[in-house]
């Protein structure tokens, strides 16, 4: 089957009316998953600007860049939108386990993930970060939502263990599924402290955060009684 190549193929704002049918629904459907990727970037970002129950939906279409009209096609609800963040932050987050994954630095990779992506956010994304968990307190989907996002994320981790403990770079004995539990936990109290705490320091908290994967990964930190990954 030939394609229109991409060179000839028009703006998402532009009539796709001149493509070949199998093109025009192949393109539309990757210009929709764009779209909404755009939107839940806008989204994220309005949160983080003007808190997550303050932020309206009108503002989040501004921050996309069009009318709310069109946002509600795509999102008719901030529970909708909290979805899509989280499938943003999903296949992100998958790209960055792929990279870790095939690093051959995991403990060096991760120092560099967890300074980059999470002490050096601005502190009003782990305020917002604080708020959605709140509304997930009484709203059961986006609590779903939110124990779906975390077992992804502890599952990542415990794979990228599991590969550095493969490669040498952890002790032998290490319970994979322990280390990623206890990195888990960890750096969800950072982000409580990094929303609550205005003097929090992200060089030290980035030394004691280091100091303490270090030593997980050398075998000093271990669970009494070895666990099963679910």
């Given at each position: 089957?030939?394609?229109?190549?991409?060179?000839?193929?028009?703006?998402?704002?532009?009539?796709?009316?001149?493509?070949?049918?199998?093109?025009?629904?192949?393109?539309?459907?990757?210009?929709?998953?764009?779209?909404?990727?755009?939107?839940?970037?806008?989204a994220?970002?309005?949160?983080?600007r003007?808190?997550?129950?303050?932020?309206?939906?009108?503002?989040?279409?501004?921050?996309?860049?069009?009318?709310?009209?069109?946002?509600?096609?795509?999102?008719?609800?901030?529970?909708?939108?909290?979805?899509?963040?989280?499938?943003?932050?999903?296949?992100?987050?998958?790209?960055?386990?792929?990279?870790?994954?095939?690093?051959?630095d995991?403990?060096?990779?991760?120092?560099?993930?967890?300074?980059?992506?999470?002490?050096?956010?601005?502190?009003?994304?782990?305020?917002?970060?604080?708020?959605v968990?709140?509304?997930?307190?009484r709203?059961?989907?986006?609590?779903?939502?939110?124990?779906?996002?975390?077992?992804?994320?502890?599952?990542?981790?415990?794979?990228?263990?599991?590969?550095?403990?493969?490669?040498?770079?952890?002790?032998?004995?290490?319970?994979?599924?322990?280390?990623?539990?206890?990195?888990?936990?960890?750096?969800?109290?950072?982000?409580?402290?990094?929303?609550?705490?205005?003097?929090?320091?992200?060089?030290?908290?980035?030394?004691m955060?280091?100091?303490?994967?270090?030593?997980?990964?050398?075998?000093?930190?271990?669970?009494?009684?070895?666990?099963?990954?679910?």
């Open positions: 089957m030939t394609t229109t190549p991409a060179s000839e193929r028009p703006s998402l704002d532009r009539p796709t009316h001149d493509l070949p049918g199998q093109d025009r629904h192949i393109y539309e459907r990757q210009a929709d998953h764009v779209r909404r990727d755009h939107i839940a970037a806008a994220e970002r309005a949160f983080v003007h808190g997550f129950h303050a932020a309206t939906m009108q503002q989040v279409a501004e921050e996309a860049g069009m009318s709310a009209g069109n946002l509600y096609r795509y999102f008719p609800s901030k529970e909708a939108l909290v979805e899509g963040i989280c499938l943003l932050d999903q296949r992100e987050r998958g790209a960055v386990f792929h990279a870790l994954a095939h690093s051959g995991v403990l060096g990779m991760l120092e560099a993930m967890l300074r980059d992506n999470l002490l050096c956010k601005p502190r009003e994304k782990a305020v917002m970060f604080l708020e968990a709140a509304e997930a307190g709203n059961p989907r986006v609590a779903e939502m939110m124990r779906t996002n975390d077992a992804e994320v502890i599952g990542g981790l415990t794979s990228l263990i599991e590969i550095a403990k493969a490669n040498g770079e952890t002790a032998a004995d290490l319970d994979p599924y322990f280390a990623a539990r206890l990195m888990f936990n960890y750096v969800g109290g950072l982000f409580r402290r990094r929303a609550l705490d205005e003097r929090f320091d992200v060089e030290e908290e980035a030394a955060t280091m100091a303490l994967l270090r030593a997980l990964f050398a075998g000093a930190i271990s669970s009494s009684n070895p666990t099963e990954t679910p």
